[in-house]
Antibody, heavy 120, light 107 residues
């Protein structure tokens, strides 16, 4: 299983960035997919997730309306469109493969992350 | 509440046992999963569900849950267990996820 993120970089406040995560070695369409971020020197923060066919998405309060998670199962690809970026969005962004059951869920594969820096 | 609370840090001697706890109202409904993160590396899953270990995780790692508290226990701590540990579960809505603040384990 391999997850490879791309698209990070330096962007000015108010700008936009699109992150991608390419999956290989898995049947991508079987799994929930999630974005998790980690600000420098801080802990992990769940950002958003999407179900197997893309019909259900959820995101954290501070990014709702600014970030959009999507997927393309034909291309084994997950995306995070980030608009109206703020300094507090600066973080390493990880994509993770999720398993979601009635009362439990977990992330059993992670990418290496892509750094997003929001600064003027 | 959608928060999960962990102690920031704990120290343990080599070969001893350490228990890391995670508190949150949503844990009365949903199981936690636990992640180990070494400096500069991506997190890895160590425990999920009631007490399940992924392939490749040593059996010195175990999990438990009681009411609003989930625990990760490392029995016979090794030097390579020095890392940050995070709990994760759903929030009280059941729709979104939430991580605890993390516990730094020093051996």
């Amino acid at each position: 299983v391999q997850l490879v993120e791309s698209g990070g970089g330096l962007v000015q406040p108010g700008g936009s960035l699109r992150l991608s995560c390419e999956a290989s070695g898995i049947t991508f369409s079987y799994y929930w997919m999630t974005w998790v971020r980690q600000a420098p020197g801080k802990g992990l923060e769940w950002v958003a997730h999407i179900n197997q066919d893309g019909t259900e998405t959820h995101s954290m309060d501070s990014v709702r309306g600014r970030f959009t998670i999507s997927r393309d199962n034909a291309r084994n690809s997950l995306s995070l469109q980030m608009n109206s970026l703020r300094a507090e969005d600066t973080a390493v962004y990880y994509c993770a493969r999720g398993v979601r059951e009635l009362r439990r869920d977990w992330f059993d594969s992670w990418g290496q992350g892509t750094l997003v820096t929001v600064s003027s | 509440s959608s928060e999960l609370t962990q102690d920031p840090a704990v120290s343990v001697a080599l070969g001893q046992t350490v228990r890391i706890t995670c508190h949150g109202d949503s844990l009365r409904t949903y199981y936690a999963s636990w992640y180990q993160q070494r400096p500069g590396q991506a997190p890895i899953l160590v425990i999920y569900g009631k007490n399940n270990r992924p392939s490749g995780i040593p059996d010195r790692f175990s999990g438990s849950t009681s009411e609003n508290t989930a625990s990760l226990t490392i029995t016979g701590v090794q030097a390579e267990d020095e890392a940050d540990y995070y709990c994760y579960s759903r929030d009280s809505s059941g729709h979104r996820g939430v991580f605890g603040g993390g516990t730094r384990v020093t051996v």
